[in-house]
C-alpha cells in the first residue's frame, strides 16, 4: 500500500494479486477469502496496519495530492516482483504543481489558525471532532485527496485566523486585530446549535464580522431577532 496507493490510482494497480476462486460467478468466495486474507493480515502485522494508517492521515494532509499526477509516467505491474515497478524518472504533472502552490499555504495557514484559535479551544470542539472524524474515515478506507473536501470549508475557515495576523501586519489597517473574533463567531454561528435556528447565529455572525473592522464607530443594536438585524446589514 505504502509503494502503491500515494503514486497510481488502486483500481490499475492492486497492492496483491486477487485470489481466484473456481465455480464462483459472482465472486462471493472470492471476496471471503480476500477479507480473510486481510484479517490475517492485520492480526500478524497489528505495527505495520498502525504505521499505515497514521501516514494515510498524513498523505491527506500532504504537500501533493493522492495519487498523484506525473507527466513521464509507464508504472506497470509485476507479477515477477510482486508490485508496481515505474522504468521513467517521474516528473510531476502541471496539476499537481499547481495543487502544491495552492495547498501548501492553505495547510500553513491552518496549522497556525489552530494555534490562533487556542482560546476558543472548548467552542470549537464540534469542529475538531468533524476534523478528527474525517481523519479516522481515511485512515480505515483509502488517502485520497477528494476525501478531504467536506472538511476543507472548515480547514480554510481556521485558517483565516492566521489570515488576520498575516493582512494585519503587511498592511496594518486598524481594527483588522477585531476580525479573529468576529470570525470566530461566525464560524461557531454555523457550526454550532444544530436544533437551534441556524438562521439567527448566522445573521449575529455576519453583524459581527461587520462590526469587527469599526471599531471606532458605534455598535449595532444588540437585538437577537435577524429582522432587527438584517435591514441594519443591507443599509450599512
Not at 14 to 27: E, K, L, T
Not at 48 to 77: C, M, Q
Not at 99 to 128: C, E, I, K
Request: with cysteine; charged share 20%; proline share 8%.
Amino acid at each position: 500500500y505504502s509503494r502503491v496507493h500515494p503514486l497510481y490510482d488502486t483500481d490499475s494497480f492492486p497492492y496483491f494479486s486477487i485470489p481466484r476462486v473456481a465455480n464462483d460467478p459472482v465472486g462471493d468466495q472470492s471476496n471471503r477469502l480476500s477479507m480473510q486474507m486481510a484479517l490475517d493480515y492485520l492480526r500478524q502485522h497489528p505495527g505495520e496496519a498502525i504505521l499505515t494508517d497514521v501516514r494515510k492521515v498524513v498523505w491527506l494532509y500532504g504537500w501533493h495530492k493522492v495519487p498523484r499526477s506525473f507527466a513521464n509516467s509507464s508504472p506497470k505491474w509485476d507479477a515477477a516482483e510482486h508490485r508496481v515497478v515505474d522504468v521513467a524518472s517521474l516528473r510531476p504533472a502541471r496539476q499537481d504543481v499547481l495543487y502544491t502552490v495552492y495547498w501548501v499555504p492553505v495547510l500553513a495557514l491552518f496549522l497556525w489558525g489552530v494555534w490562533r484559535s487556542r482560546s476558543l479551544a472548548r467552542n470549537l470542539l464540534p469542529v475538531y471532532a468533524f476534523l478528527g472524524a474525517n481523519a479516522v474515515t481515511v485512515a480505515l478506507t483509502f488517502a485520497d485527496t477528494r476525501y478531504r473536501l467536506e472538511a476543507e470549508p472548515l480547514i480554510a475557515a481556521l485558517a483565516a485566523f492566521a489570515g488576520v495576523d498575516v493582512a494585519t501586519s503587511l498592511w496594518g489597517a486598524p481594527g483588522n486585530a477585531a476580525l479573529a473574533p468576529g470570525h470566530a463567531k461566525w464560524l461557531l454561528g454555523v457550526t454550532a446549535h444544530p436544533i437551534d435556528d441556524p438562521r439567527r447565529h448566522l445573521v449575529q455572525g455576519m453583524r459581527a464580522l461587520c462590526e469587527a473592522p469599526d471599531l471606532g464607530k458605534p455598535a449595532l443594536p444588540a437585538s437577537r431577532e435577524p429582522g432587527g438585524i438584517v435591514p441594519t446589514l443591507v443599509n450599512r
